[in-house]
T-cell receptor, first 114, second 114 residues
Framework: NAGVTQTPKFRVLKTGQSMTLLCAQD?????MYWYRQDPGMGLRLIHYSVGEGTTAKGEVPDGYNVSRLKKQNFLLGLESAAPSQTSVYFCASCRANLAKNIQYFGAGTRLSVL | DQQVKQNSPSLSVQEGRISILNCDYT??????FLWYKKYPAEGPTFLISISSIKDKNEDGRFTVFLNKSAKHLSLHIVPSQPGDSAVYFC?????????????FGTGTRLKVLA
């Protein structure tokens, strides 16, 4: 019962390098989200997707791009990493667009940008 | 501007006693409130929720209380157990641009002492 799987778990980048974080869910959920968590702050929404082929900006989208080519996968890209993007990144999915919907989270990706 | 606030970064409680975790919010348009629990190196997992039209919801040892006039909710854990030691996030949902989004608090680290 995998749920939501994030790859990789850890990564260290140099400023200016690029990388892609992969999120995969096996629950056939329509909605997927990328958050970042920083010390002293709650989880902040970067981008989200309401279905295959769709993406939208969240609260802190600058410096990130996303793609949802397949329903089960949601990719988060950093084209030119900056130290300010050092954070823990969480992917989440949920079944439908309801106020009470439970989000299912991956274990996170810890990214350091030097 | 933090719309959902958890003003206590940490809390220590003796095993068997009550744990009370607090959350304040500023936006009266929130529809639902959810609590998530997070263990180290894992993603948050859903714990309990409450609709904005209710004032109490109970699930086993966990009860959430909502005071709309004060824009305050609290999570009570009775009795507290060492396995409850984790970070607890309060989240609120609101529909914007046709999609429900979730605003998270900064979290409270609960330590239950044996």
């Amino acid at each position: 019962n995998a749920g939501v799987t994030q790859t990789p778990k850890f990564r260290v980048l140099k400023t200016g390098q690029s990388m892609t974080l992969l999120c995969a869910q096996d629950m056939n959920h329509e909605y997927m989200y990328w958050y970042r968590q920083d010390p002293g702050m709650g989880l902040r929404l970067i981008h989200y997707s309401v279905g295959e082929g769709t993406t939208a900006k969240g609260e802190v989208p600058d410096g990130y791009n996303v793609s949802r080519l397949k329903k089960q996968n949601f990719l988060l890209g950093l084209e030119s990493a900056a130290p300010s993007q050092t954070s823990v990144y969480f992917c989440a999915s949920c079944r439908a667009n309801l106020a009470k919907n439970i989000q299912y989270f991956g274990a996170g990706t810890r990214l350091s940008v030097l | 501007d933090q719309q959902v606030k958890q003003n206590s970064p940490s809390l220590s409680v003796q095993e068997g006693r009550i744990s009370i975790l607090n959350c304040d919010y500023t936006n009266s348009m929130f529809d639902y409130f959810l609590w998530y629990k997070k263990y180290p190196a894992e993603g948050p997992t859903f714990l309990i929720s409450i609709s904005s039209i209710k004032d109490k919801n109970e699930d086993g040892r966990f009860t959430v209380f909502l005071n709309k006039s004060a824009k305050h909710l609290s999570l009570h854990i009775v009795p507290s157990q060492p396995g409850d030691s984790a970070v607890y996030f309060c989240a609120a949902s609101m529909k914007t641009s046709g999609t429900y989004k979730y605003i998270f608090g900064t979290g409270t680290r609960l330590k239950v002492l044996a």
